[in-house]
């Protein structure tokens, strides 16, 4: 997705530690991220709205941690187009059918003609309206912050423990 909700986080602890030994810092600060990034993918999750198939919610997935140019970085990410609009919400549009279709068949149970129809209204509406967004990784963002500072927090406490202990 290009809305990135970014974590930013850094102490005087951490470029202390950071001069000491770097690799050990590094270590525990991508065990921190890992274990962050699961948690921010459960919590996107939860939040993402699904006609019944789970398609979006399924497609959510944590990213590998990535170390470099002095950072730790990690996230979550769908490959799927319509997430964007789905956290965004939409301007007024013409929606395509088929899917539409599908959609009140799995979440109202309408079938045939009746599916079309309630499908063309609800084509209609979004043509006048647009969508409203969900805000589900910016929210799942929200809620994880402090929980995953506490993370950093606690990698730092294992790094200097294991730099004392090596001393």
């Not at 809305?3 to 050990?24: C, F, H, N, S, Y």
């Not at 991508?30 to 006609?51: C, F, H, I, Q």
């Amino acid at each position: 997705m290009t809305d990135d909700v970014k974590i930013t986080w850094e102490t005087g602890r951490l470029t202390k530690l950071m001069e000491q030994a770097p690799d050990i810092v590094v270590e525990e600060l991508a065990a921190a991220v890992t274990e962050g990034s699961m948690l921010l993918e459960r919590e996107a999750k939860e939040r993402t709205p699904t006609s019944g198939a789970g398609t979006l919610r399924d497609s959510i997935g944590a990213l590998p941690v990535e170390i470099g140019g002095g950072r730790v970085t990690g996230g979550i990410a769908t490959s799927l187009a319509y997430a964007l609009p789905i956290e965004l919400g939409s301007k007024p549009h013409w929606a395509p059918i088929e899917p539409l279709i599908d959609w009140v068949h799995r979440k109202l149970g309408k079938v045939d003609a009746e599916a079309r129809s309630v499908a063309r209204m609800v084509q209609l509406k979004i043509a006048k309206k647009g969508t409203k967004g969900h805000f589900m990784f910016r929210d799942a963002g929200e809620a994880v912050t402090p929980q995953f500072y506490r993370m950093l927090e606690a990698a730092l406490d294992r790094a200097q423990v294991r730099i004392e202990g090596a001393r």
